[in-house]
């Protein structure tokens, strides 16, 4: 659980993009694409490249991990410095709200919440949870919570780190598109709290029952799984632990049976974070193009194939892209 701000986006790009999540998807006729771009602010695209703006302008903290919400109205994300918390906006970009105590700046015991998820009756978020002691940037327990969109009625829904701190990082929520249960990454801790190339994907029942761990340690399956809105596959990425920066993205059915591999990127280049389309017949995801030192979007079939490039350099602003963590979500209802 991140609990620090890096300082600059470089830093970010070489020691952070290896942990970013993927976003979940609401069944439905395909909408906008959310990402982050540079570190630090929300932006939205649509599919073609087209009609890029802005979301999210804060200044003093990095808006991260948008997830939309099951009707198109809304995008919960999370906004880190000293500590991380839950924040959704219109995607028209007004009534910003935050989800729970200002915690912000603070130091001390407020509990970091980051990379939310829209349960698909729109009623609930989950998102990691961190608190206690911190060891390398990773709290001494790290869970998945639910809580109420209006900010109240926090639960805890896995007890993994209760009785062993500082052994694992519990992060990166995603509901089955039923909302019977959600998929989430666990990554190994060593002993002095820095995170290993250990990672395995577990799915449980939204009531917290049923653990169970999907892929093996040795797979190192990272970043936050998406389930298909049908809900018949979960996309995920493969980490090399050679190449921290390099992998590819693979689907895996939820009894943990059909692993197959999307993406054929040979190292260094790194395949980031990924989520489907709402209609299922597209993943959007993020890259480095072969041309630039920074990651942009772009999407392919659910296959594989037919990828093509979505953020671009703005020849009227000139923006670079340096884009990453999409997220696709359905048309406005």
Request: proline share 7%.
């Amino acid at each position: 659980m991140r609990g620090i701000l890096v300082s600059t986006f470089l830093l970010v790009v070489m020691s952070g993009l290896a942990a970013l999540p993927a976003q979940g998807t609401a069944p439905g006729k395909n909408g906008q694409i959310a990402f982050q771009h540079a570190g630090k602010s929300l932006w939205l695209i649509n599919p073609d490249g087209t009609g890029e703006r802005q979301l999210t302008d804060f200044k003093g903290a990095e808006d991260e991990n948008p997830d939309w919400s099951p009707n198109g109205s809304t995008i919960a994300f999370d906004r880190c410095s000293s500590h991380c918390e839950i924040w959704t906006v219109k995607a028209d970009g007004t009534a910003s709200k935050r989800l729970g105590p200002n915690c912000l700046h603070k130091a001390g015991d407020c509990i970091d919440r980051a990379v939310p998820a829209w349960a698909p009756n729109g009623k609930a978020i989950a998102s990691g949870a961190g608190w206690g002691p911190v060891k390398s940037d990773n709290h001494a327990f790290n869970e998945i919570i639910v809580l109420n969109p209006r900010g109240g009625g926090v639960r805890q829904l896995t007890h993994i780190t209760t009785s062993k701190p500082f052994s694992v990082d519990v992060n990166r929520p995603m509901w089955s598109p039923d909302g019977k249960q959600i998929a989430f990454e666990v990554q190994k801790l060593s002993s002095t709290g820095e995170s290993l190339n250990q990672r395995a994907l577990f799915i449980v029942n939204s009531d917290g029952s049923g653990l169970l761990q999907l892929t093996p340690w040795d797979l190192d399956a990272g970043d936050r799984p998406d389930w298909s809105p049908d809900g018949t596959l979960i996309l995920f990425r493969v980490i090399s632990a050679a190449h921290k920066l390099h992998g590819n993205l693979y689907t895996i059915r939820p009894d943990g049976s059909g692993l197959k591999q999307l993406t054929n990127y040979s190292a260094p280049k790194a395949v980031l974070s990924g989520s489907f389309s709402p209609d299922g017949n597209w993943i959007t995801f993020s890259r480095f193009s072969g041309t630039s030192a920074y990651p942009a979007i772009f999407v392919m079939r659910a296959d594989g194939s037919n990828v093509q490039q979505v953020t671009r350099t703005n020849r009227s602003t000139h923006r670079q892209p340096i884009d990453f963590q999409p997220d696709w979500g359905p048309r406005l209802r």
